[in-house]
C-alpha cells in the first residue's frame, strides 16, 4: 500500500500520466478492485485522428510545392524587372565576332551629351527589318542603343500605307526602308536611305554602293570579297549636320548645264556641312547664309548678270571672307565669259587635258592616252593639312584640265598652287587634236589642276580677311567612282577644299565600317575534344547523381 500511496502522489503532481501508471506498473488484484471502485467506470476512448498537416508526406510535400511556386514566381518577376531595365537602357552582349552591333565609344560619348531633341523616323515595320537581313537588324540595334543614352533620342517606326499624312511632312517623296533624322532645335532634317549603308569590296580592291558594285559584277567581271556597313557613319553624320547651331552651308549654283554634283554633296552632308542648291539666273542674289558658293561642271557660258551676282557676293560688300570653289567641265565648251572673269583673277583654265608620261604615276585604264594619273597635294598650303589628318596626300585625275596661274602676285591677289601633276613629263592634249596628234618630246612641262586665287583686305586690327576662288581643272576629279573608291583619296582631297575655309572643319566623326564578311574563329583538336568530354560526359554524369542523391533523400522521408 505504501508504494500505491507513493504512486498517487506522483500522479497528483502531475509527472508521470495516470494511464502509463496503470499499464507499465504491476498491481495486485486487491489494488485493481480499489482502484475501480473508487473510479467510476469509462467509455472506452476512441482512436484519434492524426491531423493531415501533421503528416510527414504532406508536410514536406507541401513545402516543396511552396517552393517550387515561389521559385517559378521569383524567376518570372526577375524576368519582367530584367526585361524592364532591357528595354529602358538596352543592356545586351554583343557576341558577333566583328561586334557589328556595338556602338563605338566615339558614337556613345557624343550622343550621350547631345543637347538636342533628335525625332528618328523610319519607313518601315521594325520586325520586319530586324528579320530582312544583318543590314538592317544592325540599323534597328544602333537606333535602340542611341535612344537607350539619351532621353531626348526618339525612334518611331512609320508604316507609309497606314499613315499616308506623314509625307505631308517632307518636300521629298518619301520610300520605304529610308531614315528621317530631324532636330527639334533647328528645324532641320536629312533623309538617309538603309539601303546605301551597305558598301562592297570587289576583286579590285575598290569599295562601293549597292548599285555601282551591282553594275560592275554583272558587267565588269568583278567579284565581291568583302561587304560591310556604313550605318552607325551615316547616322551620327545625319545627328551632326542636323543638330549644329551654326553649320557651314555650302550652295551650288545651276541653271547652266552643270554636272552632276550628288557625289561632291554626300561628302560634304557626311562631314556635317549644310548644302543647298540656287538657280542663280532666277534669284536676285546669292543666298546670304551662304558660306562657300560652288560652280561645278557648267556646260554653257554664264550671263554677265549672273557673274555679277558672283562677284558681288564674294566682294561682301569689300569685307570679303567668302569662298568660291570652281569645277570646270572636262568637255571643250566655250565659256568667254566665265573665262574673262577667272582671268581678273588671275587663272585660266587650259583647252585640253593633261597627260602623264611617268609610267610610275600614269595609267591606261579605259584609254588608250595615259589620262588617268596621280596628282599631288602641294605641302605648305591649308589643303595639304587638312587633307593630311584623314589620308595620303595623292589622289587620282582623270580627264583633268590644266589650271594655268597668270601671275603669282599682283596688287592684292596671289595665287597658290594647290595640286598639280607628278613631275615634268606631262604634256597638254589639245581639244582641237585630231587623229595624227602626237606628242613632241620638248613639249613636256609640269602642270597645275587645282589652284586657290585670293584677294585680300585688312581688318581694322590688321587681320587679313580673304575672299578665295579655289579652281578645280575637271569634275571627274570628284566624281562618285573615285570619291567612294577605298583606294584612292578623292573624297579626302575633296573634302579638304572646303575643310581649309570652313568652321565645319573637324566636326565629323572618323567611324570605320564594321565588315560583315568576319573571320570564322578555328578551334584546334585538343579544345574540341575537351568541350566534348565536357558536355557528353562530366555534366550529364554530374546531373544523374545530384538526382539519385534527391531521389534517396525523398525516399527517407
Known amino acids: 500500500m505504501a508504494e500505491n500511496e507513493e504512486i498517487k502522489n506522483e500522479q497528483s503532481a502531475g509527472e508521470i500520466p495516470e494511464e502509463t501508471v496503470a499499464e507499465e506498473t ?65 543592356v545586351e552582349a554583343d557576341l558577333t565576332s566583328g561586334s557589328i552591333f556595338t556602338l563605338s565609344d566615339e558614337t556613345v560619348d557624343y550622343i550621350s551629351t547631345l543637347d538636342d531633341d533628335i525625332s528618328i ?60 533624322v530631324q532636330s527639334a532645335k533647328t528645324g532641320r532634317y536629312r533623309i538617309l536611305s538603309i539601303n546605301d549603308f551597305m558598301k562592297y569590296k570587289l576583286s579590285d580592291g575598290n569599295t562601293y554602293d549597292y548599285s555601282e558594285a551591282s553594275m560592275y559584277v554583272s558587267y565588269g567581271g568583278l567579284t565581291v570579297t568583302d561587304y560591310s556597313s556604313s550605318a552607325e557613319s551615316q547616322l551620327v553624320s545625319a545627328v551632326m549636320s542636323v543638330s549644329l547651331d551654326d553649320p557651314t552651308v555650302v550652295t551650288f549654283l545651276t541653271g547652266y548645264g552643270e554636272s552632276d554634283s550628288s557625289a561632291l554633296e554626300t561628302i ?55 569662298d568660291l570653289v ?50 599631288e597635294m602641294k605641302t605648305e598650303t591649308a589643303y595639304y593639312e587638312a587633307m593630311k589628318k584623314s589620308s595620303g596626300t595623292s589622289f587620282i585625275g582623270y580627264y583633268v584640265r590644266p589650271v594655268i596661274k597668270l601671275w603669282e602676285n599682283e596688287g592684292n591677289l596671289a595665287n597658290v598652287t594647290v595640286a598639280s601633276a607628278y613631275g615634268e613629263k606631262c604634256i597638254m592634249f589639245p581639244f582641237t587634236a585630231d587623229e595624227n596628234w602626237a606628242p613632241a618630246e620638248d613639249s613636256f612641262s609640269a602642270y597645275d589642276v587645282i589652284v586657290e586665287a585670293s584677294k585680300v583686305q585688312f581688318a581694322d586690327n590688321n587681320e587679313p580677311i580673304y575672299s578665295k576662288i579655289i579652281v578645280c581643272g575637271g569634275d571627274q576629279l570628284f566624281t562618285d567612282y573615285f570619291t567612294t573608291a577605298s583606294n584612292y583619296s578623292n573624297g579626302e582631297a575633296a ?63
Request: charged share 25%; hydrophobic share 40%; net charge negative.
Open 121 to 180: 523616323f523610319v519607313t518601315a515595320d521594325k520586325d520586319e527589318l530586324k528579320g530582312a537581313g544583318q543590314l538592317y537588324a544592325q540599323t534597328v540595334e544602333f537606333l535602340d542603343k542611341m535612344a537607350g543614352l539619351n532621353s531626348r533620342f526618339t525612334v518611331k517606326y512609320v508604316n507609309l500605307l497606314q499613315d499616308p499624312d506623314f509625307t505631308n511632312n517632307y518636300v521629298e517623296t518619301l520610300q520605304n526602308y529610308q531614315v528621317i
Open 495 to 557: 573634302l579638304s577644299l572646303f575643310d581649309a575655309n570652313s568652321e565645319s572643319s573637324g566636326k565629323s566623326i572618323s567611324i570605320v565600317e564594321k565588315s560583315f564578311a568576319a573571320e570564322t574563329y578555328q578551334i584546334e583538336r585538343s579544345t574540341q575534344i575537351a568541350i566534348g568530354i565536357t558536355f557528353a560526359v562530366i555534366i550529364p554524369i554530374a546531373i544523374i547523381v545530384i538526382g539519385i542523391l534527391v531521389w534517396l533523400r525523398r525516399r527517407r522521408l
Open 326 to 375: 570652281f569645277i570646270a567641265t572636262p568637255d571643250p565648251a566655250e565659256t568667254p565669259n566665265l573665262d574673262e572673269y577667272l582671268a581678273e583673277w588671275g587663272i585660266e583654265v587650259g583647252k585640253g587635258y593633261v597627260l602623264q608620261f611617268d609610267e610610275n604615276h600614269a595609267y591606261y585604264t579605259g584609254s588608250p592616252l595615259p589620262v588617268m594619273q596621280d596628282i
Open 268 to 322: 560634304l552632308k557626311d562631314n556635317a556641312y549644310v548644302t543647298q542648291t540656287v538657280e542663280i539666273e532666277r534669284v536676285e542674289a546669292v543666298p546670304d547664309n551662304t558660306d562657300i558658293l560652288v560652280i561645278h561642271g557648267p556646260t554653257k557660258d554664264y550671263s554677265l548678270d549672273s557673274i555679277t551676282k558672283v562677284d558681288t557676293w564674294l566682294s561682301n560688300d569689300g569685307k570679303y571672307g567668302k
Open 26 to 90: 504491476p498491481e495486485t488484484g486487491e489494488a485493481v478492485q480499489e482502484k475501480t471502485a473508487e473510479q467510476p467506470a469509462k467509455e472506452p476512448e476512441k482512436k484519434k485522428k492524426k491531423s493531415i498537416f501533421n503528416n510527414k508526406k504532406f508536410k514536406y510535400g507541401s513545402l516543396s510545392v511552396v517552393f517550387t511556386i515561389m521559385f517559378i514566381a521569383g524567376i518570372v518577376l526577375i524576368n519582367v524587372i530584367l526585361n524592364l531595365v532591357l528595354d529602358r537602357f538596352h
